[in-house]
């Protein structure tokens, strides 16, 4: 009976595994940006939002975000994918 449904979970744990990485990289990325918009100066403001908020989570999350587009299906996807978005006319 397991092997009846081994590729289901397979499936299952990669999912939750890349929704579970992006929710907690948003949930830092949040705290980052509030440290950073506590910032009075717009340079060092500017500077903070580059490599404490972009620089280390906004890359993580797009990874898992176009893997996790990549395996729901369209029609469980209700936002445009990335990629269509990149050859929209």
Known sequence: PAKSYANQKQILEKLSEHIN??????????EARKVANDITDARARAISYCDEVKGKYFDNIRYHVDKLELMVDDSYWPLPKYREILFLR
């Open 21 to 30: 990485t992006i929710s907690d990289d948003v949930e830092k990325m949040i």
